[in-house]
T-cell receptor, first 107, second 112 residues
Framework: GIQVEQSPPDLILQEGANSTLRCNFS?????LQWFHQNPWGQLINLFY???GTKQNGRLSATTVATERYSLLYISSSQTTDSGVYFC?????????FGDGTTLTVKP | DTAVSQTPKYLVTQMGNDKSIKCEQN?????MYWYKQDSKKFLKIMFS???????INETVPNRFSPKSPDKAHLNLHINSLELGDSAVYFC???????????FGQGTRLTVV
């Protein structure tokens, strides 16, 4: 099956810093989503981004489907950004999640 | 209104018991899923249903049986619970085709 690798596995930032999270996938995909799992365990949709670039406030994402990767940018990080960030890819009707990047933003 | 809702949010039960987790979506989606998140936070798909029909069953033990009475509901029944079943179970839904998936708030199952 398709492999999804996220990097880095862990990231610690000072409040106000910027960061880039990466998601590599091993085969062509139909779509890709980024999620934030907050400290209470909720999975929050960030972006549905099979290709191209999207922005939502301090967050933006870019997927280059032909090169099989996606990037999530977080600018001016806040403590509320802490949690686990997952990318999930969909192929042949099946979804596969990466192992996530655990982000800790310190005040 | 909550788009994808699961009940209960927490479930503590003894080994050997049978339990069910309910999921309902009010988005009019055709496809529903169950995922399991283990203690290391890894998320794995368990089942996928499209219009009440089982599409994907990812090598899940037979003790797990999904039931879809209609396309807005996908319940998960677990027989003879084992300690290793302890996890957070997420329900999700999306429309047919390549679209965005929406997740419920999760059910934390603890088997003691």
């Amino acid at each position: 099956g398709i492999q999804v690798e996220q990097s880095p596995p862990d990231l610690i930032l000072q409040e106000g810093a910027n960061s880039t999270l990466r998601c590599n996938f091993s085969d062509s995909v139909n779509n890709l989503q980024w999620f934030h799992q907050n400290p209470w365990g909720q999975l929050i949709n960030l972006f549905y981004i099979p290709s191209g670039t999207k922005q939502n406030g301090r967050l933006s994402a870019t997927t280059v489907a032909t090169e099989r990767y996606s990037l999530l940018y977080i600018s001016s990080s806040q403590t509320t950004d802490s949690g686990v960030y997952f990318c999930a890819v969909y192929s042949a009707g099946k979804s596969t999640f990466g192992d996530g990047t655990t982000l800790t933003v310190k005040p | 209104d909550t788009a994808v809702s699961q009940t209960p949010k927490y479930l503590v039960t003894q080994m050997g018991n049978d339990k069910s987790i309910k999921c309902e979506q009010n988005l009019g989606h055709d496809t529903m899923y169950w995922y399991k998140q283990d203690s290391k936070k890894f998320l794995k798909i368990m089942f996928s249903y499209n219009n009440k029909e089982l599409i994907i069953n990812e090598t899940v033990p037979n003790r797990f049986s999904p039931k879809s009475p209609d396309k807005a509901h996908l319940n998960l029944h677990i027989n003879s619970l084992e300690l290793g079943d302890s996890a957070v179970y997420f329900c999700a839904s999306r429309t047919r085709g390549n679209t965005e998936a929406f997740f419920g708030q999760g059910t934390r199952l603890t088997v003691v």
